[in-house]
């Protein structure tokens, strides 16, 4: 059966830090990999996507992350955060979108 | 595109009523999903219709469950003798084209007391 594992919980970086958000999926084949933020009050919004090709995916608001087979593993990474980027962050993975099933999600705080 | 927009954002109800919660598309999208949030989890589907089809459901969604799409536009879903354990964010999603990233509504919070 299909899983989705973000370790952190909550994840608390200085603002202008570099981020690293983990999620390890277990699939029975290569499956489609999102990325999700949530804001609160606010609905999920797409932060990238992978489908195939070149396993390091730009998204935006300075986000990336890069699929890597061996590790079972897609994770964000963003160079330097702005206070704004506070939020909920959900790692996704499915065959389709009816396939789909969200990590339990990592909430990130950013200290001035 | 004014997304996807969902009502009312936030319902309280007593354990035992019926309530419905309702939720536009994009006008252009003919794939609507259903998800259900709680408190440190991220979503689950539940359901998803094909325009007025109603595709999947999830064996979460029980008997006290329904949910209508009735001209493949907007969509309702409906919980019958709410429970405690039903508090919840429900999030509606559509789809444009298949398998496109989904565009999801602010989600309607519901606490049953």
């Known amino acids: 059966a299909q899983s989705v594992t973000q370790p952190d919980i909550h994840i608390t970086v200085s603002e202008g830090a570099s981020l690293e958000l983990r999620c390890n999926y277990s699939y029975g084949a290569t499956p489609y990999l999102f990325w999700y933020v949530q804001s609160p009050g606010q609905g999920l919004q797409l932060l990238l996507k992978y489908f195939s090709g070149d396993t390091l995916v730009q998204g935006i608001k300075g986000f990336e992350a890069e699929f890597k087979r061996s590790q079972s593993s897609f994770n964000l990474r963003k160079p330097s955060v702005h206070w704004s980027d506070a939020a909920e962050y959900f790692c996704?993975?499915?065959?389709?979108?009816?396939?789909?099933?969200f990590g339990a999600g990592t909430r990130l705080t950013v200290k001035p | 595109d004014t997304g996807v927009s969902q009502n009312p954002r936030h319902k309280i109800t007593k354990r035992g009523q019926n309530v419905t919660f309702r939720c536009d598309p994009i006008s252009e999208h003919n794939r609507l999903y259903w998800y259900r949030q709680t408190l440190g989890q991220g979503p689950e589907f539940l359901t998803y219709f094909q325009n007025e089809a109603q595709l999947e459901k999830s064996r979460l969604l029980s008997d006290r469950f329904s949910a209508e799409r009735p001209k493949g536009s907007f969509s309702t879903l409906e919980i019958q003798r709410t429970e405690q354990g039903d508090s919840a964010m429900y999030l509606c999603?559509?789809?444009?084209?298949?398998?496109?990233?989904?565009?999801f509504g602010n989600g309607t919070r519901l606490t049953v007391t």
């Open positions: 999603a559509s789809e444009g084209a298949r398998n496109s990233p989904l565009h």
């Open positions: 996704a993975v499915g065959a389709n979108n009816n396939d789909m099933r």
